[in-house]
């Protein structure tokens, strides 16, 4: 029952992110502002996802960083693919 309540809340928790997003395109805000609250709640939610959905949160310590350092590693190579197009 208590998981029953904990994916229910992150759920919840999910929603709102999601539709503070899109209140945030919506709104008069300059592009940087926006794309910056944007990124931080985008990151807040993959790393709700992948730790309770994806069940990372009680998985060993070493599963969770290999997963981080891949995740780093993908980052990287997008940064890298953004500024090397001309």
């Known amino acids: 029952m208590t998981r029953l309540k904990l994916y229910t809340a992150i759920y919840v928790v999910l929603f709102v992110s999601a539709t503070v997003q899109v209140l945030v395109e919506g709104a008069d805000l300059s592009y940087g502002r926006a794309l910056g609250i944007i990124m931080v709640l985008s990151f807040v939610k993959a790393v709700i996802v992948a730790g309770y959905y994806q069940h990372l949160r009680w998985e060993p310590r070493s599963l969770t960083y290999l997963v981080g350092m ?3 590693a993908a980052l990287a ?7 090397s197009v001309t």
Not at 77 to 83: E, F, S
Request: glycine share 10%; no cysteine.
């Open 70 to 72: 891949g995740l780093l």
């Open 77 to 83: 190579l997008t940064v890298a693919a953004t500024y």
